[in-house]
Antibody
Framework: QVRLQESGPGLVKPSETLSLTCTVS????????WTWIRQPPGKGLEWIGY???????YYNRSLESRVTMSVDPSKNQFSLKLSSVTAADTAVYYC????????????????WGQGNLVTVSS | DIVMTQSPDSLAVSLGERATINCKSS????????????LAWYQQKPGQPPKLLIY???TREFGVPDRFSGSGSATDFTLTITSLQAEDVAVYYC?????????FGQGTKLEIK
């Protein structure tokens, strides 16, 4: 059974860069679309983007200028960097496995990490 | 972006009764090439990540109890929970994956009456 686990600091200062890593265990990172989704406290879910195991990426246009994702298949890990953070970036950040069929559309998400609360504050 | 709107925002149902949650998309998520509705449902319990219940609008994920069912097409969808159990208390989200970015509804909070 595949498991995902986020790791990274829980507190980031305004204007700095948020960095998180997701470790995939119980399965290979090859295939699937490795995704970051965030949820501000008490609010809904926002898709940040995904990275394929080959390294190709697709980001939400609303965050594209500040987001960088990377993957390390040798470690079964993928990572998120979000630059120039503000208080509006305070959220629980989830990594998730995205699935798709038929080669069209985007993904649904069948496996999620437990989440990593990141607070942006000085 | 496709806007997903759920109704109601909250719902209280008696144990053993039926719960119905609606989801409406701002444009059709039915793909003409394969006649599939690009719509998923998730359950999120307090302090936990979302859990996938249904995809393709009506396909139950492996291990999800059969009291959960999804229906609908194009822009209007429904998640039905028959015979509500105490462990079904959660927030439920719909999500479209027809186009990028994938977007979620605002959530429906389900409680026991």
């Amino acid at each position: 059974q595949v498991r995902l686990q986020e790791s990274g600091p829980g507190l980031v200062k305004p204007s700095e860069t948020l960095s998180l890593t997701c470790t995939v265990s119980g399965g290979s990172i090859s295939t699937y679309y490795w995704t970051w989704i965030r949820q501000p406290p008490g609010k809904g879910l926002e898709w940040i983007g995904y990275i394929y195991y080959t390294g190709s990426t697709y980001y939400n246009r609303s965050l594209e200028s500040r987001v960088t994702m990377s993957v390390d298949p040798s470690k079964n890990q993928f990572s998120l960097k979000l630059s120039s953070v503000t208080a509006a970036d305070t959220a629980v950040y989830y990594c998730a496995r995205g699935r798709r069929e038929y080669g069209s559309g985007n993904n649904w998400f069948d496996t999620w990490g437990q989440g990593n609360l990141v607070t942006v504050s000085s | 972006d496709i806007v997903m709107t759920q109704s109601p925002d909250s719902l209280a149902v008696s144990l053993g009764e039926r719960a119905t949650i609606n989801c409406k998309s701002s444009q059709s998520v039915l793909h003409s090439s394969n006649n599939k509705n690009y719509l998923a449902w998730y359950q999120q319990k307090p302090g936990q990540p979302p859990k996938l219940l249904i995809y393709w609008a009506s396909t139950r994920e492996f291990g999800v109890p059969d009291r959960f069912s999804g229906s609908g097409s194009a822009t209007d969808f429904t998640l039905t929970i028959t015979s509500l159990q105490a462990e079904d208390v959660a927030v439920y989200y719909c999500q479209q994956y027809y186009s990028s970015p994938p977007t979620f509804g605002q959530g429906t909070k389900l409680e026991i009456k």
